[in-house]
Structure formats: C-alpha cells, structure tokens
C-alpha cells in the first residue's frame, strides 16, 4: 500500500527566501513517479514538478527543485527565491508504476511574508 | 477553451435537491476523476473512469452518482444530500497509461453547500 506523509502543516518564509516542503513516501514498488501540485486559495491544483523513481537527477522546473533521497524515500520540494504569490496548500503525491491513480499527502500550507 | 473546465462554480443546495455538477476537459486525455476535498480533511478520491468505464468507486454513498458519456464529459449527479457533502468538488483529467510521468491537470472546482 502506498502512504504520502507532509509533517509540516504549516509553514512561512520571507520573501526572496529559499523554503523547503518536506515529504516521505512508503511504497515497495521499485518503479513510481512523486508529484508535487500547488493549491491557491482559488481552489485549483497546479500540477508543479514531478520525478520518477529511476531518475538519477533530481527533477527542476524554474524556481521548483525537487530534492529526492530515495534510500531516505523522501521528495522534498524546494521553492528558491520566494514570491508573494507562492503562498498555497502544496500537496506531495505518489503513483506507483502499476498503476495511473495517484496518492496524496496532506499538505502543507506555505505563507510567505513580505 | 482549454484545459479542465467545471460548472457550476459554486452551489447551495437543500438537502431534498437533485442537482448536477459537470466537468469537460479539453487536454485528450483518457481517464477523469472526481476528487472531494473538505476544509481540514486529505483530499478523498471519489470516483474514477478510464476510457468512460469507471474503474474506481471508493466507497462513495449512493447519492453521489457519476456519469462519464465520453472521455470529455464527467458529471457528478447529487441527490438528498447531506450538510457533511459541503465541500470543494474537483475534477481532474490525466492519461491513464501506467509507468508513465502523466500528471493530473484539475479543473478550479465546484463550492458546494448544503443547508
């Protein structure tokens, strides 16, 4: 079974700061992909950054890097530079490779200060 | 127009209501999905379809019920709701290959309120 864990409900950063979006994962596939998606107060999920599990890099989208351990099964997403309009819900979820329906975390809302 | 799109954007509705909320996307993918999401609760996977079959069903009451006419449409039919269905009711689209990186791409939801 697979299981996305963001501990970090909450979390806030100045403006022009680097933040970091942690998450773990738990799966016994050896082939998944990790997605990360922002959620504006609007309500919609913007598909952001995404990394599969045999990518030997970790995956960059502009200011998004994705920093993966995967002996550690950790995603963690990386937002440089900050901006006012960075300040959302981010959810973290996994797609094992059998399989073309994500999982989830929690998320983490991210409030960054002028 | 482009993307994922849903109507209506916000909803009241009394508990004796039937009312539908509809969901396109323009993207050719091949599986939509229905996902619930209430304040201070994980996002809840509703229903899925694949190439317009539904291949999950995650326990939902009965008085939600989809229907998927074409792999563009998705409609979610509400019926004797309750006041715990107010929620914030996203669909989203992807390609439903598997072992591949396709991401979902969301639609901005419908608001629903039930009083």
């Known amino acids: 079974a697979q299981k996305i864990t963001q501990t970090q409900p909450g979390m806030f950063v100045q403006e022009k700061e680097a933040v970091t979006l942690d998450c773990t994962y738990d799966t016994s596939d050896q082939s998944y992909g990790l997605f990360w998606y922002k959620q504006p107060s609007s309500g919609e999920m913007i598909f952001l950054i995404y990394?599969?599990?045999?990518?030997?890099q970790n995956a960059t989208e502009g200011r998004y890097s994705l920093n993966f351990q995967k002996a550690r099964k950790s995603a963690n997403l990386v937002i440089s530079a900050s901006q006012l309009g960075d300040s959302a819900m981010y959810f973290c979820?996994?797609?094992?490779?059998?399989?073309?329906?994500?999982?989830f975390g929690r998320g983490t809302s991210l409030i960054v200060h002028p | 127009e482009t993307g994922v799109t849903q109507t209506p954007r916000h909803l009241v509705m009394g508990m004796t209501n039937k009312k539908s909320l509809k969901c396109e996307q323009h993207l050719g993918h091949n599986a939509m999905y229905w996902y619930k999401q209430s304040a201070k609760k994980p996002l809840e996977l509703m229903f899925v379809y694949s190439l317009e079959e539904r291949v999950e069903n995650n326990s939902v009451p009965s008085r939600f019920s989809p229907e998927c006419p074409n792999s563009s449409h998705l409609f979610l039919h509400l019926h004797t709701l309750q006041p715990e269905d107010s929620a914030l009711y996203l669909c989203a689209s992807s390609h439903s290959a598997t072992g591949e990186r396709y991401e979902q791409y969301f639609g901005p939801g419908t608001r629903l309120t039930v009083t």
């Open positions: 990394q599969g599990s045999y990518d030997e």
């Open positions: 979820a996994m797609r094992d490779g059998g399989s073309y329906i994500p999982t």
